[in-house]
């Protein structure tokens, strides 16, 4: 079956919530692409779908289900550090931001957080977080009783309680934070750097084995003070730009007038305790058409 003019009006309206799906089950951007694509084709070819929002939603997750089995192998032979692809959220690229619970679940560390759980636990636990599905819903989707699906749902908060975030900074004083990490960085200002990062901060880097990036966790003020150090040597390079990405305020990396890279601080009140950097430029290809770069 052909598609209308109006079935096609029909899924243009869905494609920013799949996406927005298929991103948070997978963390990667590139792949949420290939996932709404491929759920548009049978879209095309159905003539089914008496209710078009379930029906792709169900596809879309499935999909996604069938990708994770072979992720998780992908990602284990991955060189270094493996984080999401970046998005730039303030166009909205990934659905309604409007609720904590909506924001959190785009944020690098949460995503990282749910590479812990079981695909299905995964599913669940974004379609009730992030898209406000119902027990019985979540059930229809992935084909399993609604008992079961709140199983799932209980043990992926558990696992994800386990390392969640403790605090969430207000988007203004986020905004502030952010501004005086990114100062005292560039400036080499150690004393500063000391007063903002927690004692047991940690660092994570993803090149991919294809930019220069550590390959381990730097755990420590010192070892991330001597990392951030380094930064600060590029100084009359480097341009770090605060951007809405991944729903919270992060620091768009441009060498040279080029983006290389995306670093988000993670705060636990005024201290820094974690900080994420994607510099593989595989993960930065999304961002940067969306910059239009």
């Not at 558990?158 to 969430?168: D, G, I, L, P, S």
């Amino acid at each position: 079956m052909g598609v209308t003019e109006e079935r096609l009006e029909r899924f243009e309206a869905n494609r920013g919530r799949l996406f927005g799906v298929a991103y948070r089950l997978l963390g990667e951007a590139s792949g949420a692409e290939d996932v709404v694509q491929d759920a548009y084709l049978r879209w095309e070819r159905s003539d089914t779908a008496v209710s078009p929002e379930a029906w792709l939603t169900k596809v879309v997750t499935n999909l996604c289900l069938d990708r994770l089995t072979s992720a998780r192998a992908r990602r284990e032979r991955y060189v270094g550090t493996w984080l999401p692809e970046p998005v730039a959220t303030g166009d909205g690229a990934l659905g309604p931001l409007e609720t904590v619970e909506q924001r959190e679940s785009l944020s690098l560390g949460m995503l990282v957080l749910l590479e812990r759980l079981t695909p299905p636990e995964r599913a669940v636990f974004v379609l009730r977080e992030a898209f406000g599905h119902s027990h019985r819903e979540v059930a229809e989707i992935l084909e399993v009783s609604e008992p079961h699906a709140r199983q799932l749902y209980r043990r992926a908060q558990r696992h994800v309680a386990e390392a969640r975030k403790r605090f969430t900074a207000p988007p203004e004083q986020r905004r502030k934070l952010l501004e005086l990490f990114l100062e005292a960085t560039l400036a080499g200002d150690v004393p500063a750097l000391e007063r903002m990062l927690a004692e047991d901060v940690v660092a994570w880097a993803d090149g991919g084995g294809k930019a220069r990036a550590v390959r381990r966790p730097l755990v420590g003020r010192e070892q991330v003070l001597r990392y951030l150090r380094v930064l600060a040597e590029y100084a009359g390079r480097i341009r770090l730009v605060p951007d809405m990405v991944n729903g919270e305020l992060a620091l768009v990396v441009y060498l040279d007038g080029r983006l290389s890279g995306v670093t988000a601080p993670e705060f636990d009140g005024d201290r820094v305790v974690a900080i994420r950097s994607i510099a593989n430029p595989d993960k930065l290809a999304f961002i940067m058409k969306q910059k239009k770069m």
